[in-house]
Nanobody, 116 residues
Framework: QVQLVESGGGLVQAGGSLRLSCAAS????????MGWYRQAPGKQRELLAG???????NYADSVKGRFTISRDDAKSAVWLQMNSLQPEDTAVYYC??????????WGKGTLVTVSP
């Protein structure tokens, strides 16, 4: 089992920045991929960014160039730096991890609200 706890959400004005953090605990040695999803009201959950244990990253087109994912396995943490936030970025942001055996774990989410 892996436990994931997000932090760093909040209210920010359009054009501003936030940095989300996710701390992992439990069976962290089997984690391969870590990343972030978000879910806006009335919309499906959207994959934003992922980072593998080797450091390979990928991003959704909607956040490419604005969001940056990073990871520190020594700290069992992953971060999402979000710049140039817009009201359409308002959502609950979830951290996830995928083990080498393909098992996914999720955090409970942190709310990001971007005001016009």
């Amino acid at each position: 089992q892996v436990q994931l706890v997000e932090s760093g959400g909040g209210l920010v004005q359009a054009g501003g920045s936030l940095r989300l953090s996710c701390a992992a605990s439990g069976n962290i040695f089997n984690i391969n991929i870590m990343g972030w999803y978000r879910q806006a009201p009335g919309k499906q959950r959207e994959l934003l960014a992922g980072i593998s244990s080797s450091g390979t990253t990928n991003y959704a087109d909607s956040v490419k160039g604005r969001f940056t994912i990073s990871r520190d396995d020594a700290k069992s943490a992953v971060w999402l730096q979000m710049n140039s936030l817009q009201p359409e970025d308002t959502a609950v942001y979830y951290c996830y991890s995928r083990s080498r055996s393909g098992i996914d774990y999720w955090g409970k989410g942190t709310l990001v609200t971007v005001s016009p």
